[in-house]
T-cell receptor
Framework: QQQVKQSPQSLIVQKGGISIINCAYENTAFDYFPWYQQFPGKGPALLIAIRPDVSEKKEGRFTISFNKSAKQFSLHIMDSQPGDSATYFCAARRGSTLGRLYFGRGTQLTVWP | GAGVSQSPRYKVAKRGQDVALRCDPISGHVSLFWYQQALGQGPEFLTYFQNEAQLDKSGLPSDRFFAERPEGSVSTLKIQRTQQEDSAVYLC?????????????FGEGSRLTVL
């Protein structure tokens, strides 16, 4: 059973546009929600992360919106650039389960000029 | 080193062969993780070490999979009698702080193809 459900599977956005990727979870014990970016042939790299005590976190062009009651969180990429083209994974972790991250299935983002 | 180093980057094995994948974490990182990433999927947790202690191996798919980190630094993931369904990228990640708070730094992975 997929602990974290991610959509869409693929996304095509024009340069300068907003990319939005959504994730949902069921386990209310999750208390850490990171987003990872992965380029072909590379390992995932942490992009931004949030804890459930805040509803939004912004770092540069990247923003996480978190809705605790709906058990949903999303990644917004503002002013999307061709260099943002990659696969994005949301993930979640329970504080009681040291280290184990549950990943979504990923969203392949293509930003075309 | 500058980052998490994994070797080999690519491995082709015949079904039934044993393979060993190596991970050299970032120096000083206490926690080490192995994940399996099938084509087009997100990484799936395999096992976790804190120093030399294997604290969680609940993600290992069968008893053919074995991981060790005897001196609390380099780790080896061993797969015995490989099967075609073992074909995947095996990712290693390390973390400096306790795994609850630390960012995971991933290596580039070892791509295993079982024929």
């Amino acid at each position: 059973q997929q602990q974290v459900k991610q959509s869409p599977q693929s996304l095509i956005v024009q340069k300068g546009g907003i990319s939005i990727i959504n994730c949902a979870y069921e386990n209310t014990a999750f208390d850490y929600f990171p987003w990872y970016q992965q380029f072909p042939g590379k390992g995932p790299a942490l992009l931004i992360a949030i804890r459930p005590d805040v509803s939004e976190k912004k770092e540069g062009r990247f923003t996480i919106s978190f809705n605790k009651s709906a058990k949903q969180f999303s990644l917004h990429i503002m002013d999307s650039q061709p260099g943002d083209s990659a696969t994005y994974f949301c993930a979640a972790r329970r504080g009681s389960t040291l280290g184990r991250l549950y990943f979504g299935r990923g969203t392949q983002l293509t930003v075309w000029p | 080193g500058a980052g998490v180093s994994q070797s080999p980057r690519y491995k082709v094995a015949k079904r039934g062969q044993d393979v060993a994948l190596r991970c050299d974490p970032i120096s000083g990182h206490v926690s080490l993780f192995w994940y399996q990433q099938a084509l087009g999927q997100g990484p799936e947790f395999l096992t976790y070490f804190q120093n030399e202690a294997q604290l969680d191996k609940s993600g290992l798919p069968s008893d053919r999979f074995f991981a060790e980190r005897p001196e609390g630094s380099v780790s080896t993931l061993k797969i015995q009698r490989t099967q075609q369904e073992d074909s995947a990228v095996y990712l290693c990640a390390s973390s400096y702080e306790g795994a609850n708070t630390g960012e995971l730094f991933f290596g580039e992975g070892s791509r295993l193809t079982v024929l």
